[in-house]
Structures are given as structure tokens and as C-alpha cells.
């Protein structure tokens, strides 16, 4: 449940981005590819890394908007990628691959003399029940219908003046669940709250002047996690390329990345 809440709301922060996606991760620079390989913390010193736990390609265009994402396991073996399409600064098309490259999940909003008509999902054309309706590149609602042609799900979705997804509202025939998030002006995330008919979660973020995430704290089930990032190392853009990552007041990882620009 909690990888594919996690995907979910990934896929939801990349749909609609003007701020681009740099500005949405704090980074410096034109940035053209970032890996992030996450390590145990050394067993004597907790400013060392350990074994590789796992890694993250992220590609960028020229425009600063991520177009590929590629996940990579303990082994370095490949795990899964993802591809985004944008149009005029709003992602219009992703594509989620398994490690084999065989297609497991897609959303693609078609076109039709330049004007988006319609959302087709995992390449499989829509009904002709099915409705939509856009603002702009960005799609406000949609109203979903089975091969049946009995109605399957309704979803609203509201965004901010910077074309950032703040409210997003599904009802299903047996499930429904709502998504809501707060930006900062810079295109920081400050909180998402994921509420559905069997539980919800809360994550809110606080960063530090370089618009660098320090604290990140869940809340799950009346439960509360507090995730806090000590950042050690830094390239010449002022990018952070270590950092220390501790929950609860345990170390728990470390992530370096390493970062090319155009």
C-alpha cells in the first residue's frame, strides 16, 4: 500500500508542473541528469556509507522539466523507468515501464487539431460515454465509464495559479479518495494530505533557505513519523550532493547524488 500511495502521489506532482520540475525539487543550475543512490549508514560512523540500497536516474530537457526516471536496486540491476511528456509546461503523457521495458500503467491526453479532447489510459482508447473537460492543456474533470457502459469513476481536479495540482477528488463505485496539496511560491511542496474511505496520511515539509527540505513529518493513522535531513556536502551550484537522512532521531540512510548539467 504505502509503494503505491508513494507512486500515486509522484505521478500526480509531475502532472501538472509550471513551475518547473527543478523548481519543485530545490535544484540550482540547468540541470540535465541526477542520480541519487541511497546507502545504509556505516555501522562505526554515521557520516559513512554503507551497503547501496537502492538508486534514481532523473533526466531533464533543456526547459527543466523531467522527462525519464529510471530506478535501480541494491544489485544495480534496473528496476522499473518512467517517461513524461509536456505540452506549453504541463505534462501531458506518462509511460510507466517494468524492468523487462513492458508497459505497465500510461495516461496520455490526446489531441485533436491542437485542442486536448480526451484521456486514454494504458493505451486503451476511452468510451464514448467517457467525458472530459479541460482548462487549457490541464484536464478539470472527468467521468469514466466501463466496457459496459456503466459508469466506472468521476474525478475533479483544481489547480493553482501556477498550474499546480492543489485538489484532486475520484469517486469510484466502491472507493473514493481526495488529494490535497500546498505550494510554496517557489514551487515547493509544503504539504500533501491523501484521505480515502479506508485511511489517510499527512505529509508536511519544511525547508531551509536554499530551498533545501529539512524536516518532513507523516502523520498515519493518529501515528506521527518526523523525518529530518542533515545536508553535508555541496557542488559549486550550491546543489547538495550528501546528505543525512534520520527518522525519529535514528540514522536511517544517506543519499549522495551525483549531478550533470548542460
Known amino acids: 500500500m504505502k509503494t503505491k500511495l508513494f507512486l500515486f502521489l509522484i505521478l500526480l506532482s509531475v502532472w501538472s508542473c509550471k513551475p518547473n520540475?527543478?523548481?519543485?525539487?530545490?535544484?540550482?543550475?540547468?540541470?540535465?541528469s541526477l542520480t541519487t543512490n541511497a546507502y545504509e549508514v556505516d555501522e562505526y560512523d554515521e557520516y559513512e556509507t554503507g551497503d547501496l540500497l537502492s538508486?534514481?536516474?532523473l533526466e531533464f530537457d533543456e526547459d527543466g522539466y523531467l522527462k525519464k526516471q529510471t530506478n535501480y536496486d541494491q544489485n544495480e540491476d534496473m528496476t522499473g523507468y518512467s517517461e513524461y511528456t509536456y505540452t506549453d509546461g504541463i505534462c501531458t503523457a506518462w509511460y510507466?515501464?517494468?524492468?523487462?521495458?513492458?508497459?505497465?500503467s500510461s495516461r496520455e491526453t490526446i489531441f485533436e487539431n491542437g485542442e486536448p479532447v480526451r484521456v486514454e489510459y494504458n493505451e486503451k482508447s476511452s468510451h464514448p460515454k467517457d467525458?472530459?473537460?479541460?482548462?487549457?492543456?490541464?484536464i478539470v474533470y472527468e467521468v469514466l465509464y466501463d466496457?459496459?457502459?456503466?459508469?466506472?469513476?468521476?474525478s475533479r481536479y483544481?489547480?493553482?495559479?501556477?498550474?499546480?495540482?492543489?485538489?484532486?477528488v475520484v469517486k469510484g463505485r466502491d472507493y473514493s479518495h481526495k488529494v490535497e496539496s500546498e505550494w510554496s511560491d517557489d514551487g515547493l511542496e509544503l504539504s500533501n494530505k491523501f484521505k480515502s474511505t479506508d485511511f489517510q496520511v499527512k505529509y508536511t515539509y519544511e525547508y531551509d533557505?536554499?530551498?533545501h527540505c529539512v524536516k518532513m513529518t507523516r502523520k498515519f493513522d493518529g501515528e506521527k513519523?518526523?523525518?529530518?535531513?542533515?545536508?553535508?556536502?555541496?557542488?559549486?551550484?550550491?546543489?547538495w550532493t550528501k546528505r543525512l537522512i534520520s527518522v525519529d532521531g535514528e540514522p536511517s540512510f544517506i543519499e549522495e547524488r551525483e549531478i550533470e548539467y548542460y
Open 131 to 138: 467525458k472530459f473537460e479541460f482548462d487549457g492543456n490541464k
Open 225 to 239: 513519523e518526523i523525518t529530518k535531513y542533515k545536508y553535508l556536502e555541496y557542488d559549486e551550484e550550491g546543489n
Open 158 to 168: 483544481t489547480y493553482n495559479d501556477d498550474d499546480l495540482l492543489v485538489k484532486s
Open 209 to 211: 533557505e536554499d530551498n
Open 55 to 57: 538508486s534514481v536516474v
Open 21 to 32: 520540475s527543478l523548481d519543485t525539487k530545490g535544484l540550482k543550475g540547468k540541470v540535465k
Open 96 to 104: 510507466h515501464y517494468s524492468k523487462d521495458s513492458e508497459l505497465e
Open 147 to 154: 466496457e459496459d457502459g456503466d459508469k466506472k469513476s468521476s
